[in-house]
């Protein structure tokens, strides 16, 4: 565990911390009273996703394959790619 401070606004992860959270990791903040809590989010699989579609259609192949060219279109589009 490692102590730091806010400044100028901005709050520097400890070293042990920063080696935890990878450059490309998303992270997700809440506070709680006192209480910061940092994780990391985990993205869901593409199966996992598809699991979740109501009812019993079968989604067509095209279709699947457009939602993840969406994704990456947006990811690639958040790196400034």
């Known amino acids: 565990m490692g102590t ?12 042990e911390a920063s080696k935890w959270a ?3 990791d998303e992270l997700v903040v809440f506070v ?3 209480t ?3 994780k990391k989010l985990h993205p869901l699989r593409l199966s996992e996703l598809a699991g979740r579609v109501p009812g019993d259609k079968e989604i067509p192949l095209e279709e699947i394959a457009e939602e993840v ?3 990456r279109r947006e ?3 958040a790196r400034g790619a």
Not at 4 to 15: A, I, M
Request: charged letters at 25%; hydrophobic letters at 35%; zero cysteines.
């Open 4 to 15: 730091t401070k806010v400044v100028n606004g901005r709050l520097e992860l400890p070293p």
């Open 36 to 38: 910061l809590i940092i």
């Open 69 to 71: 060219h969406a994704h």
């Open 75 to 77: 990811k690639r589009h």
């Open 22 to 24: 990878g450059p490309e």
């Open 32 to 34: 709680v009273g006192d």
